[in-house]
Protein backbone atom coordinates (compact mmCIF):
# COMPACT_ATOMS: atom_id res chain seq x y z
CA UNK A 1 0.00 0.00 0.00
CA UNK A 2 1.06 3.25 -0.72
CA UNK A 3 0.25 6.23 1.80
CA UNK A 4 1.30 9.28 0.16
CA UNK A 5 1.10 11.76 2.40
CA UNK A 6 3.10 14.03 -0.25
CA UNK A 7 3.60 13.75 -4.25
CA UNK A 8 7.11 12.80 -4.46
CA UNK A 9 9.44 14.67 -6.65
CA UNK A 10 10.64 11.36 -8.77
CA UNK A 11 13.45 11.02 -11.29
CA UNK A 12 13.05 12.51 -14.75
CA UNK A 13 12.62 8.87 -16.07
CA UNK A 14 10.77 5.44 -14.68
CA UNK A 15 13.27 2.83 -15.91
CA UNK A 16 13.82 0.36 -13.26
CA UNK A 17 16.99 -0.92 -12.57
CA UNK A 18 16.16 -3.33 -9.92
CA UNK A 19 13.37 -5.75 -9.29
CA UNK A 20 12.18 -7.93 -6.45
CA UNK A 21 8.74 -9.73 -7.82
CA UNK A 22 7.23 -12.32 -5.05
CA UNK A 23 10.90 -12.52 -3.53
CA UNK A 24 11.05 -15.15 -0.12
CA UNK A 25 14.24 -16.17 1.26
CA UNK A 26 15.35 -17.99 4.21
CA UNK A 27 18.85 -19.23 5.74
CA UNK A 28 19.13 -22.98 5.52
CA UNK A 29 16.11 -24.20 7.05
CA UNK A 30 15.50 -21.55 9.26
CA UNK A 31 12.26 -19.93 9.00
CA UNK A 32 11.55 -17.33 6.58
CA UNK A 33 13.52 -14.08 6.75
CA UNK A 34 11.85 -12.40 4.03
CA UNK A 35 8.31 -13.15 2.36
CA UNK A 36 6.67 -12.40 -0.53
CA UNK A 37 8.63 -9.48 -1.22
CA UNK A 38 7.45 -7.18 -4.03
CA UNK A 39 9.83 -4.26 -5.27
CA UNK A 40 11.14 -1.79 -7.63
CA UNK A 41 13.95 0.69 -7.97
CA UNK A 42 14.41 3.21 -10.69
CA UNK A 43 16.95 4.85 -12.53
CA UNK A 44 18.22 8.41 -10.52
CA UNK A 45 16.07 7.15 -7.73
CA UNK A 46 16.98 7.31 -4.11
CA UNK A 47 14.83 4.84 -1.93
CA UNK A 48 15.50 4.08 1.44
CA UNK A 49 14.17 1.20 3.40
CA UNK A 50 13.43 1.10 7.31
CA UNK A 51 11.79 -1.57 9.41
CA UNK A 52 12.23 -3.56 13.12
CA UNK A 53 15.66 -5.49 13.61
CA UNK A 54 15.88 -8.58 11.96
CA UNK A 55 13.10 -7.98 9.22
CA UNK A 56 15.24 -8.53 6.04
CA UNK A 57 16.25 -4.91 5.17
CA UNK A 58 19.79 -5.77 4.93
CA UNK A 59 19.25 -9.35 3.30
CA UNK A 60 17.55 -7.93 0.38
CA UNK A 61 20.39 -6.21 -0.26
CA UNK A 62 22.52 -9.40 -0.32
CA UNK A 63 20.07 -10.50 -2.97
CA UNK A 64 20.47 -7.87 -5.06
CA UNK A 65 24.43 -7.87 -4.73
CA UNK A 66 24.29 -11.77 -5.79
CA UNK A 67 25.74 -12.64 -2.03
CA UNK A 68 22.23 -14.55 -1.41
CA UNK A 69 20.19 -16.38 -3.52
CA UNK A 70 16.27 -15.88 -3.34
CA UNK A 71 14.06 -19.02 -1.95
CA UNK A 72 11.42 -18.11 -4.25
CA UNK A 73 10.37 -15.43 -6.39
CA UNK A 74 13.18 -13.19 -9.15
CA UNK A 75 15.32 -10.89 -8.63
CA UNK A 76 16.46 -8.90 -11.43
CA UNK A 77 19.04 -5.88 -11.82
CA UNK A 78 18.38 -4.04 -15.23
CA UNK A 79 16.01 -6.46 -16.51
CA UNK A 80 18.12 -9.30 -16.36
CA UNK A 81 17.11 -12.29 -13.52
CA UNK A 82 20.37 -12.04 -10.35
CA UNK A 83 22.25 -15.25 -10.73
CA UNK A 84 26.09 -13.75 -9.46
CA UNK A 85 27.09 -10.54 -8.60
CA UNK A 86 26.05 -8.08 -11.13
CA UNK A 87 28.28 -5.40 -12.86
CA UNK A 88 27.67 -1.99 -11.42
CA UNK A 89 26.73 -2.63 -8.24
CA UNK A 90 28.41 -0.60 -5.09
CA UNK A 91 27.71 -1.84 -1.40
CA UNK A 92 28.94 0.55 1.33
CA UNK A 93 28.77 -1.25 4.87
CA UNK A 94 27.87 0.46 8.45
CA UNK A 95 31.28 -0.46 9.34
CA UNK A 96 33.93 1.22 6.68
CA UNK A 97 35.97 -1.69 6.35
CA UNK A 98 38.91 0.10 4.85
CA UNK A 99 42.22 -1.77 5.04
CA UNK A 100 44.19 -0.70 7.88
CA UNK A 101 47.73 -1.41 6.39
CA UNK A 102 46.90 0.87 2.92
CA UNK A 103 46.54 4.94 3.17
CA UNK A 104 43.33 6.86 1.97
CA UNK A 105 44.76 7.05 -1.33
CA UNK A 106 45.84 3.48 -1.52
CA UNK A 107 42.25 2.38 -0.12
CA UNK A 108 40.46 4.84 -3.00
CA UNK A 109 42.87 2.88 -5.47
CA UNK A 110 41.50 -0.50 -5.39
CA UNK A 111 38.17 0.55 -6.49
CA UNK A 112 39.87 2.62 -9.37
CA UNK A 113 41.74 -0.59 -10.58
CA UNK A 114 38.68 -2.46 -9.94
CA UNK A 115 36.60 -0.26 -12.40
CA UNK A 116 39.86 -0.86 -15.00
CA UNK A 117 41.18 3.01 -14.27
CA UNK A 118 44.10 3.23 -15.95
CA UNK A 119 47.42 3.96 -13.23
CA UNK A 120 48.23 7.13 -14.91
CA UNK A 121 44.60 8.25 -14.16
CA UNK A 122 44.56 7.81 -10.54
CA UNK A 123 46.39 10.56 -8.72
CA UNK A 124 44.38 13.02 -10.50
CA UNK A 125 40.99 11.05 -9.61
CA UNK A 126 42.08 10.25 -6.13
CA UNK A 127 42.36 14.21 -5.77
CA UNK A 128 39.51 14.85 -7.76
CA UNK A 129 37.71 12.92 -4.47
CA UNK A 130 39.44 13.72 -2.31
CA UNK A 131 38.55 17.58 -3.10
CA UNK A 132 34.45 15.95 -3.55
CA UNK A 133 34.72 14.56 -0.18
CA UNK A 134 36.06 17.29 1.80
CA UNK A 135 39.41 14.90 2.60
CA UNK A 136 42.17 17.32 0.27
CA UNK A 137 45.66 16.55 1.95
CA UNK A 138 44.40 13.35 3.74
CA UNK A 139 45.23 11.03 1.31
CA UNK A 140 48.65 9.57 2.77
CA UNK A 141 47.07 9.12 5.97
CA UNK A 142 46.10 5.73 6.92
CA UNK A 143 42.26 4.97 8.63
CA UNK A 144 43.97 4.58 12.30
CA UNK A 145 44.73 8.70 12.26
CA UNK A 146 40.92 9.39 10.93
CA UNK A 147 37.63 9.67 12.97
CA UNK A 148 34.89 7.99 11.93
CA UNK A 149 33.14 10.38 9.79
CA UNK A 150 36.31 10.94 7.64
CA UNK A 151 37.11 7.03 7.49
CA UNK A 152 32.89 6.48 6.02
CA UNK A 153 33.70 9.34 3.91
CA UNK A 154 36.75 7.20 2.27
CA UNK A 155 34.10 4.40 1.85
CA UNK A 156 32.19 6.84 0.10
CA UNK A 157 34.95 8.06 -2.06
CA UNK A 158 35.70 4.44 -2.90
CA UNK A 159 32.29 3.73 -3.69
CA UNK A 160 32.10 6.66 -6.34
CA UNK A 161 36.13 5.39 -7.34
CA UNK A 162 34.46 2.24 -8.77
CA UNK A 163 31.94 4.52 -10.56
CA UNK A 164 28.70 1.68 -9.88
CA UNK A 165 25.37 2.65 -11.17
CA UNK A 166 23.73 1.17 -8.58
CA UNK A 167 24.42 1.97 -4.76
CA UNK A 168 23.54 -0.28 -2.27
CA UNK A 169 24.06 1.10 1.28
CA UNK A 170 23.69 -0.73 4.22
CA UNK A 171 23.86 1.65 7.57
CA UNK A 172 26.26 3.09 6.36
CA UNK A 173 26.27 6.10 8.78
CA UNK A 174 24.60 4.07 11.53
CA UNK A 175 27.76 3.96 13.99
CA UNK A 176 28.34 7.60 13.92
CA UNK A 177 27.29 10.13 16.00
CA UNK A 178 24.38 12.18 15.96
CA UNK A 179 25.76 15.08 14.47
CA UNK A 180 27.80 13.49 12.41
CA UNK A 181 25.70 11.45 10.55
CA UNK A 182 23.58 14.44 9.71
CA UNK A 183 26.68 16.29 8.10
CA UNK A 184 27.48 12.66 6.24
CA UNK A 185 23.68 12.89 4.77
CA UNK A 186 23.92 16.11 3.45
CA UNK A 187 27.37 15.49 2.07
CA UNK A 188 25.69 12.43 0.48
CA UNK A 189 22.95 13.94 -1.15
CA UNK A 190 25.10 16.65 -2.39
CA UNK A 191 27.27 13.78 -4.25
CA UNK A 192 24.50 11.86 -5.10
CA UNK A 193 23.06 15.19 -6.72
CA UNK A 194 25.82 15.42 -8.68
CA UNK A 195 25.55 11.94 -9.95
CA UNK A 196 22.52 10.81 -9.38
CA UNK A 197 22.63 6.99 -9.43
CA UNK A 198 19.71 4.77 -8.11
CA UNK A 199 20.27 4.42 -4.12
CA UNK A 200 18.88 1.65 -1.62
CA UNK A 201 19.57 3.21 1.24
CA UNK A 202 18.69 0.49 4.48
CA UNK A 203 18.63 2.35 8.05
CA UNK A 204 16.86 1.91 11.32
CA UNK A 205 17.22 5.60 11.26
CA UNK A 206 13.47 6.89 10.47
CA UNK A 207 13.97 10.57 10.48
CA UNK A 208 17.00 9.92 8.42
CA UNK A 209 15.24 8.11 5.62
CA UNK A 210 13.00 10.56 5.50
CA UNK A 211 15.61 13.31 4.76
CA UNK A 212 16.91 11.74 2.90
CA UNK A 213 15.03 9.28 0.33
CA UNK A 214 12.44 9.96 -2.55
CA UNK A 215 10.25 6.81 -1.15
CA UNK A 216 10.66 5.04 2.00
CA UNK A 217 9.85 1.09 2.11
CA UNK A 218 8.30 0.06 5.79
CA UNK A 219 8.73 -3.55 6.65
CA UNK A 220 7.37 -5.86 8.78
CA UNK A 221 8.70 -7.68 11.50
CA UNK A 222 10.00 -10.95 10.69
CA UNK A 223 9.18 -12.42 8.43
CA UNK A 224 9.79 -9.18 6.63
CA UNK A 225 7.22 -7.84 4.51
CA UNK A 226 6.19 -4.74 2.86
CA UNK A 227 3.77 -3.20 4.68
CA UNK A 228 3.80 0.31 3.39
CA UNK A 229 5.03 2.85 0.88
CA UNK A 230 6.00 6.75 1.24
CA UNK A 231 6.70 9.03 -0.91
CA UNK A 232 8.56 12.26 0.04
CA UNK A 233 7.79 15.51 -1.15
CA UNK A 234 10.63 17.74 -0.71
CA UNK A 235 12.70 19.48 -3.35
CA UNK A 236 16.19 18.89 -4.46
CA UNK A 237 18.89 20.01 -3.37
CA UNK A 238 17.49 19.78 0.05
CA UNK A 239 18.72 21.63 3.56
CA UNK A 240 18.19 18.98 5.87
CA UNK A 241 18.01 20.70 9.14
CA UNK A 242 15.27 22.55 7.59
CA UNK A 243 13.03 20.11 7.02
CA UNK A 244 13.17 18.28 10.17
CA UNK A 245 11.43 21.12 11.30
CA UNK A 246 8.91 20.87 8.92
CA UNK A 247 5.56 20.09 10.13
CA UNK A 248 4.94 17.65 6.82
CA UNK A 249 8.15 15.92 8.05
CA UNK A 250 7.26 14.96 11.12
CA UNK A 251 3.70 13.48 10.40
CA UNK A 252 5.54 11.14 7.78
CA UNK A 253 7.90 9.96 10.62
CA UNK A 254 4.96 9.40 13.11
CA UNK A 255 3.32 7.53 10.54
CA UNK A 256 5.98 5.18 10.10
CA UNK A 257 6.93 4.73 13.64
CA UNK A 258 3.22 4.06 14.25
CA UNK A 259 3.53 1.27 10.88
CA UNK A 260 6.76 -0.29 12.63
CA UNK A 261 5.46 -0.24 16.19
CA UNK A 262 2.20 -2.16 15.02
CA UNK A 263 3.81 -4.95 13.92
CA UNK A 264 6.77 -4.77 15.87
CA UNK A 265 5.60 -3.72 19.28
CA UNK A 266 9.23 -4.13 20.95
CA UNK A 267 9.85 -1.85 18.54
Known amino acids: MTLQLAVSSLPETRETVVSLDGVSMSYGRGPLVLDGIDLQLHRNEFLSIVGPSGCGKSTILRLISGMASAAAGTVSVRGKQVTGVPEGIGFMFQRDALLPWATVAENIAIALDCAHVQRPEHAGRID ?59 ELLRIWSEYRRAVIFVTHDIEEAVSLADRVIVMTGRPGRIKREYSVDYPRPRDLRAIRKDTKFHRIVDAIWSDITETNPAA
Do not use: H, W
Not at 145 to 161: E, K
Open 128 to 186: ELLRILGLSGYGNYYPRALSGGMRQRVSLGRLLAYTPDIYLMDEPFGALDAQTKLLMGR
